[in-house]
C-alpha cells in the first residue's frame, strides 16, 4: 500500500516516522522544493547512519531510500493507495487539498484528514468523492499514543471504516470508531480536565507541580504538563473553534489568553504553564496564575489534595458523561480511548462502576454545590443504569 502524507508538521513527522517503520512506501508533498529537499536528504542521512549501525540491512537501506520520499508536487501522490493530510487547523486549506487531490489520485484510492477540531461532515459536504473520506485522529505523541480514532460522518460507507480498521492494525494502532464531533471524541474528554486544572490555577489553590503531582494519582500526566505539550495557542484556538466550553458553567480561562499575549505558549517555547529553564521545570509565582475575577467556580471552595484530586477526577468523568450524553461513542469504545491516551488502570466507565452510581451522584452533587454548576449531573442514572444491567 503506498500511502501519500500531505503536511510536515510536529503531526506529519511523527505520522511519517510511524508509517516509515512500518515499511510502508511514503511520500510526502510540502510546500516548497527547498523543503522536499532538505527533508529528503535528512532522511536519507539517517538512512546511511542506521545502516553504518547496523540497524537496518543493504536491502532495507535501498528499498526505504527509493520508498521515503519527499516532493512539493502534490500530483507526486497521483499512486497513493491512501493520503493523509496533516496540515494547518484551516478549514479552507485543507478543502483547497482536497479538492486539488480529487483530480490527482486514483478512483480507488481514500483520503483521510488528521483533523482534531474541524467537522468531518462539513468538510464531506464540499468534496464531490465523500464517500472515499473520513477522519483518522493520531494522538500526540504518535510513538507513544497507540490509540486511532476513525472519525466517520453521517454517509460514510460501512467498507470503508473496515478498511480503516484494518489499516489501523497494520499501522499497530488500536482504532476506535467515533461519530463526528468537534475537537474528536477523546480529545472533548480531555478538555474538561485542562479546563479544571486552569480553573484551580487561578483560583490560586495549587501551583502547576502540585496539581499534576495530583493529577498523576489517577492518570498518567498532569493537566499542565499535558497542555504545556499540546501548546497554549493551540489549544486555545481549539476551545473557541469547536466551543467546547459549551456547558453550563464553563468558560475559557483569562490565564489562556493571558499565556498567549506574553509568549508563553508551551513548552517548545521554554514556558506556558511552566517555567523551563536548561532542562528543568518550574513553577511562576503563585500571582501569575491568580484571577479574582474568575466566574467559573465558587469563591470559596476546600482546597485540601483529596479535594482538588477528586475535581480533576471527576472532570474526566464529567466529560465522558457529556460524551456519552451527545452520543459520540460507544460507552465501551470512550472507555477503552481515554483509558488509553492518559494511560489509566481502568477507564472512566470502570471506575465509575466500582464506585457506584449512589455514590457518584452524591459526590457529583457536592462538586456542584462547593465548586460549581459544571458538575451538575442531570443524566447520570439514565446514561449508566443501562450500561450496568448488561453487565453480569
Given at each position: 500500500m503506498n500511502v501519500g502524507l500531505v503536511?510536515?508538521?510536529?503531526?506529519?513527522?511523527?505520522?511519517?516516522?510511524?508509517?516509515?517503520?512500518?515499511?510502508?512506501?511514503?511520500?510526502?508533498?510540502?510546500?516548497?522544493?527547498?523543503?522536499?529537499?532538505?527533508?529528503?536528504?535528512?532522511?536519507?542521512?539517517?538512512?546511511?547512519?542506521?545502516?553504518?549501525?547496523?540497524?537496518?540491512?543493504?536491502?532495507?537501506?535501498?528499498?526505504?531510500?527509493?520508498?521515503?520520499?519527499?516532493?512539493?508536487?502534490?500530483?507526486?501522490?497521483?499512486?497513493?493507495?491512501?493520503?493523509i493530510e496533516s496540515i494547518v487547523e484551516d478549514r479552507q486549506e485543507k478543502l483547497d487539498i482536497?479538492?486539488?487531490?480529487?483530480?490527482?489520485?486514483?478512483?480507488?484510492?481514500?483520503?483521510?484528514?488528521?483533523?482534531?477540531?474541524?467537522?468531518?461532515?462539513?468538510?464531506?459536504?464540499?468534496?464531490k468523492y465523500k464517500d472515499r473520506f473520513c477522519g483518522l485522529h493520531f494522538f500526540h505523541p504518535v510513538s507513544l499514543i497507540d490509540l486511532v480514532e476513525i472519525i466517520k460522518w453521517t454517509g460514510v460507507p460501512a467498507d470503508l471504516i473496515n478498511l480503516l480498521a484494518d489499516f489501523?492494525?497494520?499501522?499497530?494502532?488500536?482504532?476506535?470508531?467515533?461519530?463526528?464531533?468537534?475537537?474528536?471524541?477523546?480529545?472533548a474528554i480531555l478538555t474538561y480536565y485542562y479546563l479544571e486544572g486552569l480553573y484551580i490555577l487561578e483560583q490560586g489553590l495549587a501551583l502547576p507541580s502540585k496539581l499534576d503531582e495530583l493529577g498523576k494519582r489517577f492518570f498518567f500526566i498532569g493537566p499542565c504538563e499535558s497542555l504545556d505539550a499540546v501548546g497554549i495557542s493551540l489549544f486555545t484556538e481549539a476551545l473557541e473553534r469547536t466551543r467546547h466550553v459549551d456547558k453550563e458553567g464553563m468558560v475559557i480561562p483569562e490565564l489562556l489568553y493571558k499565556m498567549s499575549s506574553e509568549g508563553r505558549l508551551g513548552k517548545k517555547y521554554s514556558k506556558g504553564i511552566f517555567l523551563y529553564q536548561e532542562g528543568k521545570i518550574a513553577d511562576d509565582v503563585p500571582e501569575f496564575y491568580l484571577n479574582p475575577d474568575q466566574s467559573h467556580s465558587h469563591k470559596y471552595t476546600d482546597d485540601s489534595e483529596s479535594f482538588?484530586?477528586?475535581?480533576?477526577?471527576?472532570?474526566?468523568?464529567?466529560?465522558?458523561?457529556?460524551?456519552?450524553?451527545?452520543?459520540?461513542?460507544?460507552?465501551?469504545?470512550?472507555?477503552?480511548?481515554?483509558?488509553?491516551?492518559?494511560?489509566?488502570?481502568?477507564?472512566?466507565?470502570?471506575?465509575?462502576?466500582?464506585?457506584?452510581?449512589?455514590?457518584?451522584?452524591?459526590?457529583?452533587?457536592?462538586?456542584?454545590?462547593?465548586?460549581?454548576?459544571?458538575?451538575?449531573?442531570?443524566?447520570?442514572?439514565?446514561l449508566l443504569y443501562p450500561a450496568l444491567s448488561k453487565i453480569k
Open positions: 503536511g510536515y508538521g510536529k503531526m506529519g513527522m511523527e505520522i511519517f516516522k510511524l508509517l516509515s517503520e512500518k515499511g510502508f512506501p511514503v511520500t510526502v508533498f510540502v510546500r516548497s522544493e527547498e523543503k522536499s529537499k532538505y527533508n529528503k536528504n535528512k532522511i536519507d542521512r539517517g538512512l546511511e547512519r542506521y545502516l553504518r549501525k547496523g540497524i537496518i540491512t543493504e536491502e532495507e537501506f535501498r528499498q526505504k531510500k527509493v520508498s521515503l520520499l519527499f516532493t512539493n508536487h502534490l500530483e507526486d501522490l497521483a499512486l497513493s493507495d491512501v493520503v482536497f479538492h486539488r487531490l480529487e483530480s490527482i489520485i486514483g478512483p480507488k484510492a481514500i483520503f483521510l484528514t488528521n483533523t482534531s477540531s474541524l467537522s468531518i461532515t462539513d468538510l464531506a459536504r464540499e468534496l489501523c492494525k497494520s499501522i499497530g494502532k488500536k482504532a476506535i470508531v467515533v461519530n463526528d464531533t468537534p475537537a474528536s471524541a477523546i480529545n482538588i484530586a477528586k475535581r480533576l477526577l471527576y472532570s474526566v468523568f464529567n466529560g465522558f458523561l457529556y460524551g456519552l450524553e451527545r452520543g459520540v461513542s460507544s460507552m465501551e469504545e470512550l472507555d477503552f480511548g481515554v483509558k488509553e491516551v492518559l494511560n489509566m488502570k481502568d477507564g472512566p466507565f470502570t471506575m465509575m462502576r466500582s464506585i457506584g452510581i449512589k455514590k457518584l451522584s452524591e459526590e457529583f452533587n457536592i462538586l456542584a454545590q462547593r465548586v460549581g454548576i459544571r458538575f451538575r449531573q442531570t443524566a447520570l442514572e439514565k
